[in-house]
């Protein structure tokens, strides 16, 4: 038997908090032993824990440790974390300490003295997060609501904005990127989700898709909303882009958006239990191609353009979890929650990509984001 040991605060890692459902702040030691859930807390956290956790096991961690001191016939200075990890090792006749790859490096070294098989874990240490249940697709809904309201208030305020040499204004101010995500990210958080580092970046600084924005905006230009919330209470994340325009679009930037928008449509008709993430990703890849957007190396700025990310991800406590929608030959399973996010990148006529999630059926999938794809603003 695989003893599954994690050392993380709840609070910030979500395998901890996955197996936990509460959260606790501080590092901690959880070990998974077969149906045992086990925890090892201080008198802090002990009772809060016993109460509201999904633990089977909970121990106090002084209480524990001197039952583990007699146990092994230990003097107290000889006393650290690697004995806690040896006890249940020994209890549960395991053979091998499965971690995961963010394992801390301390406590990895302190097992090893011990020379107890340690194996690092190949994927996810729980590869069944990947299958959501009904209750946690119901949050990532909630979740994608969170987005959509933030999506209303930037589409609200670029139609209430008005155009003054090039530049927008709202209220008599200039609208930046910085001003945008401040409206959205402090709505959200009001609403009980917490939303960081959303993404409200136009022009040329959209063609860095991970590029937040900065400066004003700027009639007649893409821009690029991508708002990825944490829902406060239950963890889950929604995750939706829309890519819009105040002004008026050019020909070449209305190809775009709509070559993008029917990209996105193939994606979704391609979704189902048993097909794999790559030919779903190759599909979005080849239509791009066959419609003249070709992906590319730029010398002269030393930079991609074109299709330059997957298709999409895994969403749901990460915002970015397993299975990929992409290179990679993963086969979807019903229930897998995926982002579907085709995207364009050209500096010199702008940049869209257009998100929404959808949950994995046995013919097809569910939508579980709503927002409209209104985009060209006047």
């Not at 905006?217 to 829902?231: E, G, H, R, S, T």
């Not at 930037?253 to 993008?260: A, C, E, F, N, T």
């Not at 030959?329 to 990148?345: F, M, R």
Request: with cysteine; charged share 25%; aromatic share 10%.
């Amino acid at each position: 038997m695989k003893l599954k040991c994690l050392y993380a605060s709840s609070s910030d890692c979500s395998d901890a908090f996955y197996i936990s459902g509460v959260k606790v702040p501080d590092p901690y030691l959880s070990l998974i032993a077969g149906r045992h859930k086990i925890a090892i807390v201080n008198q802090l956290e002990y009772a809060r824990v016993k109460k509201e956790s999904k633990y089977t096991k909970i121990y106090e961690i002084e209480a524990l440790k001197a039952k583990i001191v007699d146990h092994y016939h230990l003097a107290k200075k000889e006393f650290s974390l690697k004995y806690f990890v040896q006890y249940f090792f020994d209890l549960y006749k395991a053979n091998t300490i499965l971690i995961p790859k963010y394992f801390p490096s301390f406590l990895l070294l302190e097992l090893q003295k011990l020379k107890i098989p340690i194996e690092l874990s190949a994927g996810s240490l729980f590869p069944e997060r990947e299958q959501k249940s009904q209750e946690e697709i119901k949050c990532i809904k909630i979740g994608n609501k969170a987005s959509a309201y933030g999506l209303g208030i930037a589409q609200s305020a670029l139609k209430a904005s008005r155009i003054k040499k090039g530049k927008l204004y709202l209220d008599g101010s200039v609208l930046s990127s910085e001003r945008l995500r401040s409206m959205i990210e402090l709505a959200l958080f009001e609403k009980g989700s917490i939303a960081s580092s959303t993404i409200v970046a136009g022009g040329i600084q959209a063609s860095d898709p991970h590029q937040i924005g900065y400066g004003s905006l700027k009639a007649n230009q893409l821009i690029i909303v991508d708002i990825f919330p944490k829902i406060k209470e239950s963890g889950y994340h929604g995750d939706m882009t829309r890519t819009f325009l105040k002004g008026k679009a050019n020909e070449a930037q209305k190809k775009l958006v709509y070559s993008v928008k029917e990209a996105q449509k193939l994606a979704v008709s391609k979704i189902k239990a048993n097909v794999c993430g790559s030919l779903i990703h190759d599909a979005v890849a080849s239509y791009f191609n066959q419609n003249g957007y070709l992906t590319e190396h730029e010398c002269d700025s030393d930079s991609f353009v074109g299709f330059i990310h997957s298709t999409g991800h895994g969403l749901g406590l990460d915002i970015h979890e397993d299975p990929k929608v992409s290179i990679f030959k993963n086969k979807l399973k019903a229930n897998h929650v995926i982002t579907v996010e085709p995207g364009l990148y050209y500096p010199n006529i702008g940049s869209c990509r257009i998100e929404d999630v959808f949950a994995v059926t046995k013919e097809g999938s569910e939508k579980l984001s709503k927002f409209n794809y209104q985009w060209e603003i006047a």
